[in-house]
Structures are given as structure tokens and as C-alpha cells.
């Protein structure tokens, strides 16, 4: 503790002996306010040369008061770069579920292990656990032990090595071994032997108990006996309101859909399509015979959304047939395309203008604005592609590739004024700003691309390749910032949230093979439901949410891992409501000065500045005096058996933090005049 005070009253020195110039970025708020530390156990495991064996790592996690957000780990050994995106990934799961926002404070991280090096992934569930304790004041039972990494939507993930891992959370003293659901049997070394379901092996092997959780709310039973209330909600997530509203749309383009296809059917009986080109439209005409029969059944099945889906899938098809057929009747082909695409263009842009032009009324437009603005992008994309095609074409296959993206576009620019039919169709509520939404669309790109961008280094630390749903997933966000910067806000906030869906799908799925745990589907479709059920609650009809909801329904049995995307889309998109509102703060300035991208100011001196700096030194060393008694008082919070000093270990790194922080400070003042005016820290 003397260490930990001498560090504060030298930071204090820094400041007031700094030189007479200005501070490399601005501090925010006052002194941090360090809450006790929250000491969880990992279990890892390290390759050896007899395979893997499990490792016990001590992770204790302090929660800062007047904060701006930071997140700090400090690791010995060194860890893998995953390690920290499950910090960080961790602390926003804490924040969703404890409902605090977390813009206020910072998060100290320190992790201790005998294991040469330490994956990250893993200890992500952990991890969360330790932040929502922090957050909570909880306390955590040391008894408790498990391994899984954390999902962006709070699931567990699966991880490698579960038996070695049980083996030395039993080792070191656990009574109670989590672990992914999903990941139940340990599948033998030698095949002459059957799978051993893993609490079968726990309880006779190990002596402990072992049991599977979905999600963190299931760890944070077992390991802090606290419980999250589940709204208290009730009804159908596809009520009668729900079917009023998409009905008359999905009968309109139910009927369409079917005058599109026998109209195609006439079409492809004209003599003057060639031979070779007869087989693939007869192909794709029997295509959308097949989806217009799953359209009738979804309507007599009451899933409009459903319908209207499978019926567009089938117009597009249609549609094509019928531009092929007026393409080779054509006595010059290529200007009957060039007409084509004229057409199409009108159609395109008027769905455009319509788009942008649209306000948002209250949060139950949001949504409808959102598939409007998305729908209308796409089909702007396939018309450049189909121009760009077009355009470079020297024969007929490169000419039908455009028709037929033409016809894509214009059957996804149709769909643009159901959407904002539907939109318009609500009670108008609080409007919502531009700006506002603008701001939110950035956030939502922002914290995509960070889920993206931790779930290609967690796979590719595990030795494969990105998957394809994983450059879906980049593509979305690709396509978020273009509309961003093409003014379709709504759009890019969807968009963000696809993008960043799809990463979490990737990730939790990854180690489960061809095969998608039934809990997690089940778990999924519990919490879309929820939050359609909350979001209709506070007087909002989630359209988009619970349409999305119906389609995973219909793809469950025979697309499960598309279900589990689509349930976490709805379940996104009902919270939206929350995500306009809780993420309206402005953010906190950083206290940490010479952080890159704050602007530097002048370097002129003034008396003024003199004077602010010497209060800010005052003000800098009492807080962090403050924190070094607030400290010294604090009461010990109980550290896992296996390691009686973590909490001496959190305020040891946390006097190496303070002191670097010194140091890096009193360089960072000493390197202002080696940079141009206004040029940002390097």
C-alpha cells in the first residue's frame, strides 16, 4: 500500500512539475473512485506432449467509478490478442444485462496463470461473470468453476479440451464444474469405446458436479445465487394485431406473385427463345411453381411474412422469364436490355426517393423505415450491377446475368412502399431526429466491427479460415457504411445489427460442427420472444422483430443455424427501441491524457493556463491520494483458495497502471513541441 500511495503522490508531482504546456488531450470528471475487486477462477488448458492439460488462472476484475470507459488488462503470462476482445466483449454483455451503462467507468482486468500463454476465448463467460459482479457487488462463489467463451447476445460458446478443464477445476478444490451446453459427451481416444456423457464422468471420475449452461444469466445462478427477473410478458408473438397489419401486404403480393408466374408461363412458350436457353428458364419456372406452392401454404398457415417472402423469391424468377423472352424476341436485343434497364432504373429511383424522403415518427417506424431503406439500397447495388454488366457485354449470357439482376432490383424496389405502408400505418409518437439516428447508425457500425473483427482473430487463433457467413457478416457492414454515407440511416443501423448478428452466430457455432445444439435454438426463440413480448408491452408493435421471429420459425427443422440467425435478429430488432434511447449520452472526454485522436491545442502559454494547471495537478494528485486511502479501507473480498493474494495482485497491476500512466504523461507533455500545431499523438 505504500507503493500504491508513492505511485499517486508521484502522478501528482508529474502534474504539477510538468512543463508550463498544455495537456495532450483533455481529463474527464474527477478522481476515479476503485470499488473492491472481484476475483473469478479460469480453467484453460496448455498442449503438452502428453495432449492437453488443464490450468487454473486467477481473473480479478476492479470496476472504476468517474471513469470514461476504459478497459485495462494486465496479464502475466502474455496472452493471446482474443483475450482481449473477451475483456471487452465481456464488459458489454455486463453492461446489456445489468442495464448500467458502463460510458462512466473503467475496468481493470488482471489475470495470473502458471500456463505459459492464455487463450482468451474461454475464459470470455467467466470473465462476464466477474464484470456483472463488479458492476453488482456481488459475490462470487470461488467453489464455483467453468469454461466457455461469451457470445455478443450473453450465450456461452463452446470451447476445446472440456474434459482436461473439468479435470483440473476438480484438482483445484471445485464442487460445481460449467461448461457450454451443447459440448455434454466426451467422445473417446480409442473407438473400441462409446461416448461418456461428461456428468457421468464428473460424478464418478472427478467427484464433482457438472452441468451445462446456455447463457451467462445460468452461470450467474450458479456462481452468485442472484437471478435477473424475466419481464413479465405474456400472449402470441404473432398476434391477431401482427397478422392485421401484414396480411392485406402479403395477399397483394401473394396475387402478384401468382399472375407474375403464369404470365412467365406464356412468355416461355414464344418460339423466339433459342434452344440452348429454353432449359434454365423452364428450371427456374418450375423453381417458383415450387415457391409459390410454399407461399399458399405459409398464407393458409397464417405466416404472412412467410408468404410475402416466398411470394418475392418467386416474382423474381417470373419477372426474369418475362424479360428473357422480350430480350430474344427483340430484333435488337441489346437495346430491348438497354430499355429493360431503363425501366427498371424508374422504378428504382423513384423506391429511392421515397426512402430517403421518409421520417421517422415515433420508435414503431423505425423498424418499417429500416426494411424500406435496406430494400431500397439493394435494389440500387443490382441495378449497378446489372449496368455495369450491361455495359461490358459482347453475348447473350452476359446480357441475361443483367436481366436478370435488373429483375432482382425491380422486385426488391416494389417492396420498398410496403414497408412504409406498413410504417405509416402506426400512431405517430415522438419523432425521432436525423442526427440522432445518424449517431446511433455510427455507434451500432462501430461496435459491429469490433464484434466481427474479435470473432476473425478467435478463429483464426483456433488454427481455420473464415467461414462464408463470416464475409456475410463483413459485407453487411461494407453495406452499412455506404448508406451511412448515402443518408439511409435507418438502413445502416440495420445493417449493423445483421452484420454483427451473423459474427455471433459464427462464433457461437463454431465448435459444434454440422450440428446445432437444440438449447441454443430453444434458448434463441426464448429471448426473441421476450423481447417482442417487452417491446408490444411499452406500446410498440416490433413488425420487422417478430416477421423475422415467423421466418426462423419456418426454418428450424430444416435450416437451423439460418433459425438461430433470424431469432437473434428479432430479438435485436425488438430492443431497438431501447438501443435509440439508453445510447443517447454523449461521450465522456478521456482522462488519460496523450490518448491518439483527441486534438492538441495551441501551444501558447498564458497565465491563465499556468494557474489551470497547477489547480488540475491539485485537484489530479488529491483525487488519486482519496483513492489510495479509499483503498487501504476497502474490505477484502474473498480470493479463490488456490490464490490468497489476487486482490494484493489487482492493487500491485494497478500500481504498475498508475505509474506508466505517470510516466507516459510527463512523455507525452515532453513531446508537444516535437509535433506540429493541431498534429495528432502518434
Not at 490478442?81 to 448500467?100: E, N, P
Not at 459475490?139 to 482436461?164: K, L, W, Y
Not at 428450371?283 to 415450387?290: H, I, N, Q, T
Not at 489530479?620 to 479509499?630: E, F, N, R, Y
Amino acid at each position: 500500500m505504500r507503493r500504491f500511495r508513492a505511485s499517486a503522490c508521484l502522478l501528482a508531482l508529474v502534474v504539477l512539475l510538468a512543463p508550463a504546456t498544455p495537456a495532450v488531450g483533455q481529463a474527464g470528471g474527477g478522481a476515479l473512485t476503485l470499488r473492491p475487486p472481484v476475483a473469478v477462477n479460469a480453467i484453460a488448458v496448455e498442449e503438452t506432449p502428453a495432449g492437453l492439460v488443464g490450468a487454473v488462472a486467477t481473473i480479478s476484475v476492479a470496476v472504476a467509478d468517474g471513469g470514461s470507459g476504459h478497459i485495462f488488462i494486465d496479464t502475466v503470462p502474455l496472452t493471446q490478442l482474443d483475450m482481449q476482445g473477451s475483456a471487452r466483449l465481456a464488459v458489454r454483455v455486463a453492461s446489456s444485462l445489468t442495464d448500467i451503462p458502463v460510458s462512466d467507468k473503467d475496468f481493470f482486468f488482471v489475470v495470473r496463470s502458471a500456463s505459459p500463454i492464455i487463450g482468451g476465448p474461454s475464459a470470455g463467460a467467466v470473465m462476464t461473470v466477474a464484470a456483472v459482479a463488479a458492476l453488482k457487488n456481488w459475490t462470487v462463489n470461488q467453489s464455483v468453476m467453468m469454461t466457455g467463451a461469451v457470445d455478443p447476445d450473453g450465450g456461452v460458446g463452446p470451447v476445446g479440451g472440456v474434459a482436461a478443464k473439468a479435470f483440473a477445476a476438480a484438482q483445484a478444490g471445485a464442487t460445481l464444474f460449467l461448461f457450454p451446453a451443447g459440448q455434454d459427451v466426451i467422445a473417446p481416444t480409442d473407438p473400441r469405446f462409446a461416448p461418456t456423457p461428461l456428468a457421468t464422468h464428473c460424478r464418478q471420475a472427478l467427484r464433482i458436479a457438472c452441468e451445462p449452461v446456455t447463457d451467462v444469466e445460468e452461470a450467474l445462478r450458479h456462481m452468485t445465487g442472484h437471478v435477473f427477473e424475466k419481464p413479465n410478458v405474456t400472449g402470441n408473438v404473432t398476434d391477431a394485431r401482427f397478422k392485421s397489419l401484414l396480411k392485406p401486404a402479403a395477399t397483394a403480393l401473394l396475387d402478384e406473385a401468382s399472375a407474375d408466374v403464369e404470365a412467365a408461363r406464356v412468355a416461355l412458350a414464344s418460339p423466339s427463345i433459342p434452344a440452348e436457353a429454353r432449359p434454365d428458364l423452364a428450371s427456374r419456372l418450375a423453381s417458383a411453381d415450387v415457391t409459390m406452392r410454399s407461399a399458399r401454404e405459409a398464407f393458409a398457415n397464417e405466416t404472412y411474412y412467410t408468404t410475402a417472402s416466398r411470394s418475392f423469391q418467386a416474382s423474381i424468377e417470373a419477372r426474369y422469364i418475362a424479360y428473357a423472352a422480350r430480350f430474344f424476341a427483340s430484333p435488337a436485343p441489346a437495346s430491348a436490355a438497354t430499355a429493360i434497364l431503363r425501366e427498371t432504373s424508374t422504378i428504382v429511383e423513384r423506391a429511392s426517393r421515397d426512402a430517403r424522403a421518409a421520417s421517422v415518427d415515433g420508435l414503431a417506424e423505425v423498424e418499417s423505415l429500416g426494411a424500406a431503406q435496406t430494400r431500397a439500397t439493394e435494389a440500387e447495388a443490382l441495378l449497378a450491377s446489372a449496368r455495369s454488366i450491361a455495359g461490358n457485354a459482347t453475348a447473350i449470357p452476359a446480357y441475361l446475368a443483367a436481366l436478370h439482376d435488373a429483375a432482382y432490383a425491380a422486385e426488391r424496389a416494389e417492396t420498398v412502399q410496403w414497408w412504409l405502408e406498413i410504417g405509416r400505418s402506426f400512431p405517430p409518437g415522438a419523432p425521432i431526429g436525423a442526427e440522432a439516428l445518424r449517431a446511433r447508425a455510427r455507434e451500432a457500425l462501430d461496435s459491429a466491427t469490433e464484434t466481427v473483427t474479435y470473432v476473425e482473430a478467435v478463429l483464426m487463433n483456433a488454427g481455420g479460415l473464415a467461414p462464408p457467413a463470416l464475409a456475410v457478416a463483413r459485407q453487411s457492414l461494407a453495406d452499412g457504411e455506404r448508406d451511412l454515407a448515402a443518408g439511409y440511416t435507418a438502413a445502416a443501423l440495420f445493417e449493423a445489427l445483421e452484420g454483427e448478428v451473423r459474427a455471433s452466430v459464427t462464433l457461437e457455432l463454431s465448435g459444434y460442427g454440422p450440428t446445432v445444439p437444440v438449447a441454443k435454438i430453444e434458448a434463441a426463440e426464448e429471448k426473441a420472444r421476450l423481447a417482442i413480448l417487452t417491446a408490444r408491452a411499452r406500446g410498440a408493435e416490433p413488425v420487422l422483430a417478430v416477421s423475422y421471429y415467423e421466418f426462423a420459425e419456418s426454418l428450424v427443422a430444416s435450416q437451423p443455424a439460418d433459425a438461430l440467425s433470424f431469432y437473434n435478429l428479432a430479438r435485436v430488432t425488438a430492443n431497438i427501441g431501447d438501443y435509440l434511447t439508453a445510447n443517447g449520452a454523449e461521450p465522456r472526454a478521456s482522462r488519460y491524457v496523450g490518448e491518439a485522436g483527441i486534438p492538441i491545442p495551441s501551444r501558447g502559454v498564458t497565465p491563465a493556463f499556468a494557474v489551470g494547471i497547477f489547480v488540475v495537478g491539485v485537484l489530479v494528485g488529491g483525487g488519486l491520494a482519496a483513492l489510495a486511502i479509499a483503498l487501504s479501507r476497502s474490505p477484502p473480498r474473498a480470493a479463490p483458495a488456490h490464490d490468497p493474494i489476487a486482490s494484493a495482485a489487482m492493487r500491485h497491476a494497478l500500481e504498475g497502471v498508475w505509474a506508466r500512466h505517470a510516466r507516459e504523461s510527463a512523455a507525452s507533455l515532453g513531446r508537444v513541441e516535437e509535433r506540429g500545431e493541431g498534429e495528432a499523438p502518434r
